[in-house]
Structures are given as C-alpha cells and as structure tokens.
C-alpha cells in the first residue's frame, strides 16, 4: 500500500542543476527521517544527503554546498536539489525513509530509483 516513487531524474550538462522529488502515497500519516542515496554499477552504495523530522540536514562531503535536502511535510515528501553538477554525480539516485503507515505503522521504505546522467 505504502510507497516511495522518485521523479525528476534525467540527463544534464556538467554544471547544471536538477531537482528530484521522492513522494510517499498511499494510507499514511507522516513521513520521518529521509534520506538520499545513489549508487554506481561496481561502487558501494553512497548516503547522500539526510534530514530529520524537523528538518535537520546531513549531507556526504562530495556533495556539500552543491546539494540541498528539503522536506513538504504536508505533501509528504523530500526533495534534493542538485546544483553545480559533475559528472561524478552520474547515478542511481533512490530514496530511502520511515513512513507511518495507517495500517503498518512506522516502517523503512526504498524507492525504486532515478536515474541522473551528467554529461561533459
């Protein structure tokens, strides 16, 4: 019943932008801590970017200053805006998170990922 389905992926130029959505449906109440994740073929999976209930943000090094973690808590869903890009950006990016399902209650959900190319 419960999912996370991301959006915004896409092909980009180096130093452009691109903003990914990450929404949770179906019976729910809230969403609680978020995450970014992206992941390469033969690369370990990378935490990109964290936020909190209340809005408190993490990010990894590679993408600090570059990226920003935000949250509609009212849409129920996270976002990461992506600046400056490089093409060691390139990835699958999957959201990741606690969702408080009406019938479930809290649990961890996994989106099924977006694809960012950045191209030189």
């Known amino acids: 019943q419960v999912q996370l389905v991301e959006s915004g992926g896409g092909l980009v130029q180096a130093g452009g932008s691109l903003r990914l959505s990450c929404a949770a449906s179906?019976?729910?109440?809230?969403?609680?801590?978020m995450k970014w994740y992206r992941q390469n073929p033969g690369k370990e999976r990378e935490l990109v970017a964290r936020i909190n209930i209340s809005g408190s943000t993490t990010y990894a090094d590679s993408v600090k200053g570059r990226f920003t973690i935000s949250r509609d808590n009212a849409k129920n869903t996270v976002y990461l805006q992506m600046n400056s890009l490089k093409l060691e950006d390139t990835a699958v990016y999957f959201c990741n998170g606690r969702v408080n399902g009406e019938r479930t209650g809290w649990s961890d959900y996994w989106g099924q990922g977006t694809q960012v190319t950045v191209s030189s």
């Open positions: 179906g019976s729910l109440f809230s969403i609680g801590v």
